[in-house]
């Protein structure tokens, strides 16, 4: 493969083809419904800002967890 030759770690260059693929797969199915600019990056916005609100929830609820592990943790090393 031409990442080897690049001197690329293995996953880096799993994560440049991943994002090369789903360049690909856009490009493709917006030539195929006829697709303007404007709704691809207004499709790529909301999927980002999608994801961001679940990595923002997911770290939410991390924080939560360990807070309560903390406090639980205290309240039994009182006893």
Same mark, same amino acid.
């Given at each position: 493969?031409?990442?080897?030759?690049?001197?690329?770690?293995?996953?880096?260059a799993?994560? @440049?083809?991943?994002?090369?693929?789903?360049?690909?797969?856009v490009?493709?199915?917006?030539?195929?419904q006829? @697709?303007?600019?404007?709704?691809?990056?207004n499709?790529? @916005?909301?999927?980002?800002?999608?994801?961001?609100?679940?990595?923002?929830a997911?770290?939410?609820?991390?924080?939560?967890?360990?807070?309560?592990?903390? @406090?639980?943790?205290?309240?039994?090393?009182?006893?």
């Open positions: 493969m031409i990442f080897s030759l690049l001197k690329i770690r293995k996953k880096t799993a994560v @440049l083809v991943g994002i090369a693929c789903g360049i690909a797969c490009w493709v199915v917006a030539t195929w006829n @697709l303007s600019m404007a709704e691809i990056l499709m790529l @916005l909301g999927s980002i800002l999608f994801l961001g609100g679940i990595m923002l997911a770290l939410c609820l991390v924080a939560a967890f360990s807070l309560l592990r903390k @406090l639980l943790s205290r309240i039994n090393s009182s006893k």
